[in-house]
């Protein structure tokens, strides 16, 4: 199956979320109309006469209720645009299996281009063997919703299955295909090992999943199991093989998907009395994430994207100490919900306030925010304040308020929490790179022209702004950049990661930059891509390195390396830089172990010699999308990638290791970056034009190294140096 919904049923428990805050338009406004129509499909299914009333549970019903209730009084939805399958409606509108099939076909059948599409399931999950062909499930077993008459395989006269993962992957699919919106919601769990609490929980809770053993047989469990394994030991023989887990991107179709889960892999969805936190047995049930999903978008003042509607619930989640938070996979997170308009950036940089009442923004050294970074917070009232950075990680950094530009500093205490933050000043301190202008000469004696000296001026004056990303070299050292000036045109040289000093001028050029008013924007992208390459390599130098902490710790992280030889054969482990020599065709395999007791958001790219950068695990469209790229604990991911040689010499891998923090899977694929263009200097000698007006623009990225070696891991980084020769391999 496509791999975006292996979460989506993996009891609708798995799954993945997005974000949140508030914004633009007034308060219950009625949304932009799209072109087409809204249209919603409800199913909570409390009932389940076949498996007893051990199984019945009270709250989906009431779920339907609230969606029903808040689909037409905050969306403008018509009675006649919901349909709701409860116990409670006759034969034809209860949460029977044909009713559920019937009532998507129908939804696929009607939906054309535009329409947003609500769908919610509500009720318990499950697994199955699965039954696709080839299988392609790890352990075997689909995950499953369960309608209200499933019945168990024991009886396979009489079986009525659930619906499969599979299913709705294509519900869900023909209906984007038709070019309609959909947001899914599934508020339901599973988990193999555990048994669903009883009524007389004295935490007064329900779990919202039903054991694979009592719709199935223990033996075809077991079955399936094993021919899951027997396939993934085949696919391990095959060093053309690609990674035994997918990684999770949404297909390419016209229409879009949300997808909410309540709860990530291996845990559980409660039910229990609402609302928190004084609940007595009395008050009605809700699922949590039925309930807090209805409790933001009843609150919000403006309309929220899906990004920001997860991340409102998942703080919801924090103030009732209710977790694990839930999960969102999106092939826009920045959509206004259930409505057409795209919100781009609008909550990308949030201010919260932890625990203990410190402010923290949740962007960090890779993306540039840098310590002494200034940023203006807005609030929903008119009061707007400015913090700095006073310290950072790559995903992460805590700031303090402060002064700028002559405004008052706002109190701590005034911040609203959550806020919307925009970067105004960027300091890069040491993450400048240096530069050196350098005369390109037809004759060793030849006089430096006018340009020379006017760039190397330029370079001066402009290392004096706080947001440059350039210094001038000293005269003892060995630049990063070298600008050689010729007579219509500039090039530059780079200094390899790591490069002996002697080694400095042997490197590939790079441009041509046309001495005239074009050559700022394009010298300023390539030596920001300098930069980022540069500051990267020595973030990973210096953060606390992955290894394979078990017990009691959180962090935990194995990376085994490998290379197989172009034209097939054995995997064989790359120990040190004297193994990692690769041509074109070698496949280099990463297994990413999860050692650690808390789960694990993991990144992998590769900066090859031209400073390109490009996302192996997630790729950027599947980490855009809102891919779920976290490894459990106990749990492995592999990711191959394969060599080529249009680019030779040293080259790098990183991979990155954060803690998980719902709603969103970190990753950097944000980083991805275009390779430097190789210039012909021969074509660059000889007289000079007037130089560039200005050369750098305001804002470049970068990154610092930072180490915590006082607290424990939170993220790691390591780097994997590889060389790459031309075919055949030379010496």
């Known amino acids: 199956m496509n791999s975006h919904l292996r979460l989506v049923v993996a009891c609708f428990c798995f799954g993945w979320m997005c974000a949140a805050s508030a914004q633009e338009a007034g308060l219950h406004t009625k949304p932009e109309q799209t072109q087409g129509r809204r249209r919603a499909l409800l199913v909570g299914c409390t009932e389940y006469p076949t498996l007893g009333p051990k199984f019945a549970l009270q709250g989906p019903a009431n779920d339907v209720e609230l969606f029903d209730r808040l689909l037409r009084e905050r969306f403008q939805f018509g009675e006649a645009d919901i349909v709701r399958l409860v116990h409670v409606n006759a034969l034809e509108g209860r949460p029977l299996r044909a009713n559920i099939v019937k009532a998507m076909e129908r939804l696929i059948a009607e939906a054309r281009a535009g329409d947003e599409i609500l769908i919610l399931f509500s009720g318990h999950g499950s697994q199955q063997p699965d039954e696709a062909s080839g299988g392609d499930e790890a352990d075997g077993l689909d995950e499953v919703f369960l309608p209200e008459d499933v019945r168990s395989q024991a009886s396979p006269e009489a079986r009525v299955a659930g619906i499969s993962d599979d299913e709705i992957e294509r519900w869900l699919t023909a209906l984007r295909e038709r070019g309609a919106f959909v947001f899914f919601i599934a508020d339901a769990c599973h988990s193999g090992t555990m048994s669903r609490s009883s009524e007389e929980s004295e935490s007064n809770e329900t779990f919202r999943f039903v054991p694979a053993d009592v719709l199935t047989p223990t033996k075809v469990l077991q079955d399936a199991a094993l021919h899951a394994q027997q396939r993934a030991d085949r696919s391990e023989s095959k060093p053309e093989g690609a990674s035994s887990v997918a990684s999770l991107t949404m297909p390419t179709t016209v229409g879009g998907l949300a997808a909410l889960y309540a709860v990530p892999p291996q845990a559980l969805e409660r039910e229990h009395p609402m609302p928190p936190p004084r609940n007595g047995r009395n008050d009605p049930r809700y699922g949590r994430l039925s309930y807090a999903l209805n409790q933001v978008l009843l609150r919000a003042e403006r309309p929220l994207t899906y990004r920001e509607l997860a991340q409102q619930i998942t703080w919801q989640y924090r103030c009732w100490n209710w977790f694990p938070g839930p999960l969102l996979e999106a092939s826009s997170v920045d959509r206004e919900v259930l409505n057409k308009r795209e919100w781009h950036a609008r909550s990308a940089l949030m201010l919260t306030r932890s625990v203990d009442g410190t402010l923290m923004v949740d962007q960090g050294l890779a993306h540039g925010l840098t310590i002494g970074s200034v940023l203006k917070v807005f609030g929903t009232n008119a009061e707007t304040g400015f913090v700095r950075v006073t310290s950072a990680t790559p995903f992460s950094a805590i700031v303090e308020p402060t002064t700028f530009e002559g405004s008052a500093t706002l109190p701590a205490e005034k911040f609203e929490s959550p806020s919307r933050c925009e970067v105004v000043e960027v300091d890069y301190g040491q993450l400048r790179v240096s530069v050196r202008v350098r005369q390109l000469r037809e004759k060793p004696d030849s006089k430096p022209s006018q340009s020379f000296a006017q760039v190397q001026e330029f370079i001066v004056e402009t290392s004096r702004r706080k947001d440059s990303i350039v210094r001038p070299a000293a005269m003892d050292e060995v630049e990063d950049v070298t600008l050689l000036v010729g007579e219509n045109a500039m090039a530059l040289r780079r200094r390899g990661p790591d490069e002996e000093p002697s080694a400095a001028m042997t490197q590939e050029s790079f441009g041509p930059y046309p001495l005239d008013d074009e050559l700022s924007a394009a010298l300023a992208r390539d ?194 140096p590889i060389e790459v020769f031309k075919s055949p391999r030379q010496p």
């Open 527 to 720: 030596l920001r891509q300098i930069a980022l390459v540069r500051n990267l390599l020595r973030l990973a130098d210096n953060a606390p390195q992955p290894d394979a902490r078990e017990g009691k710790s959180p962090f935990g992280l194995k990376i085994q390396v490998e290379r197989a030889s172009v034209g097939g054969g054995d995997w064989t482990a790359v120990d040190d830089v004297a193994d990692a020599r690769f041509t074109n065709g070698d496949l280099l395999r990463l297994r990413l172990q999860n050692t650690g007791l808390a789960p694990l958001d993991a990144t992998v790219v590769y900066i090859d010699s031209r400073c390109k950068i490009q996302n192996q695990y997630p790729t950027l469209r599947a980490a855009q999308a809102g891919t779920y790229n976290t490894i459990e604990p106990r749990k492995s991911h592999e990711v191959v990638i394969k060599i080529n040689d249009g680019t030779i010499g040293w080259e790098d891998v990183l991979v990155f290791a954060v803690l998980h923090a719902p709603p969103i899977s970190a990753h950097f694929a944000f980083l991805e970056q275009p390779g430097l263009t190789p210039a012909d200097l021969r074509t660059m000698r000889g007289g000079a034009r007037s130089p560039l007006d200005e050369l750098l623009a305001a804002a470049l990225g970068g990154a610092r190294a930072a180490s915590r070696k006082d607290r424990p891991p939170t993220f790691a980084v390591r780097r994997i």
